[in-house]
């Protein structure tokens, strides 16, 4: 199952991206440091057309700092491709992003030449808010729900450097389910764009899987669910989400727990690992692999029996 979520004014920002990279040098992409590789838009390399890049880890202040590392590690391992994390836009990290900037282009610093630079990101990552930091001054607007900036515009700020603001945009299809899943738990697509149980469900599962003593605590649970839908119930029942009869309430359960890991008191959660993105994508791989086949044994069955009913009307 893939995933769409494509409005208009996505496909327009598209549209108006292609434009401008001509005229851009560096392309600044904020990630969700929980999620660097399901917020790592896969049209930015196409758009970029391999211009210098420079990724912001945002809210690293609620990823495991351990997972920020390797992270960083591996897109500071990547050609033409810087990486810092952000654990709070203050002067220091301003800075620091400007002389990322500055060193990616030095040939434009020693002719004294503005540095072109356009900020890209999905929705609700965070990229009104860094913005706004870096210009000294409310720019953009910046809010909780996704997609709120619609047009594109040019900031001046310290050192020469110039932002093109664009609009948050994903892709048209979210083709690894489990991606599109961790971007419903964070907040960065909106709830009615997949069950909000069945993310509640795959939350569950994730935090059993890579934090099962973090729920244990939160929760007080003497044992840990198998599940994540047991977990929902386990939830329901501590915090008494009860209906008539004793039967949960699951929805409001699952609202708990998603309510929990969105605003950080589930603490330092990153919900994934260059590991797993390495599994999932040769997954990925050999699922597109096998789809083609079969596609193209359908059409080598369908030639055959063309050409078995042209014999027959011979």
């Not at 992409?29 to 930015?44: G, K, T």
């Not at 669910?225 to 915090?239: F, M, N, Q, S, Y």
């Not at 008494?240 to 309510?259: P, Q, T, Y």
Request: net charge positive.
């Amino acid at each position: 199952m893939a995933i769409q979520w494509f409005p208009g004014h996505m496909h327009r920002a598209r549209k108006q991206i292609t434009e401008m990279m001509p005229q851009i040098d560096l392309v600044i992409e904020v990630l969700d440091a929980r999620l660097p590789y399901s917020s790592e838009n896969p049209l930015v390399p196409e758009l970029r057309s391999g211009k210098p890049c420079l990724k912001l880890l945002n809210k690293s202040d609620l990823a495991d700092p351990d997972h920020t590392k390797a992270w960083l590690d591996y897109f500071n391992s990547q050609p033409n491709t810087k990486a810092m994390a952000l654990t709070g836009l203050d002067k220091k990290q301003v800075k620091a992003i400007t002389q990322y900037c500055l060193s990616m282009l030095p040939d434009r610093q020693e002719k004294k030449q503005s540095i072109r630079t356009m900020i890209m990101g999905i929705p609700n990552v965070g990229k009104s808010t860094l913005i706004n930091t870096l210009a000294g001054r409310t720019v953009a607007k910046a809010g909780n729900l996704p997609a709120l900036t619609r047009h594109p515009q040019q900031i001046k700020i310290n050192d020469g450097i110039v932002l093109s603001d664009t609009p948050g945009i994903l892709w048209p299809k979210i083709h690894n389910i489990s991606s599109g899943f961790r971007l419903a738990a964070s907040g960065a697509v909106r709830d009615t764009a997949l069950d909000y149980f069945e993310v509640a469900e795959f939350t569950g599962n994730m935090m059993l899987q890579l934090y099962p003593d973090t729920i244990k605590e939160r929760y007080k649970l003497a044992e840990l669910p198998e599940t994540g839908e047991r977990l929902i119930d386990a939830i329901g029942r501590k915090r008494g989400c009860l209906r008539s009869g004793g039967i949960v309430d699951m929805h409001k359960a699952a609202e708990i727990l998603i309510h929990e890991l969105r605003s950080g008191k589930l603490g330092n959660i990153t919900y994934e690992t260059p590991q797993m993105m390495i599994a999932e994508e040769e997954a990925l791989a050999i699922e597109a692999e096998r789809k083609a086949q079969e596609l193209e044994e359908k059409k080598a069955a369908k030639r055959k029996g063309t050409r078995q009913e042209n014999s027959n009307d011979e």
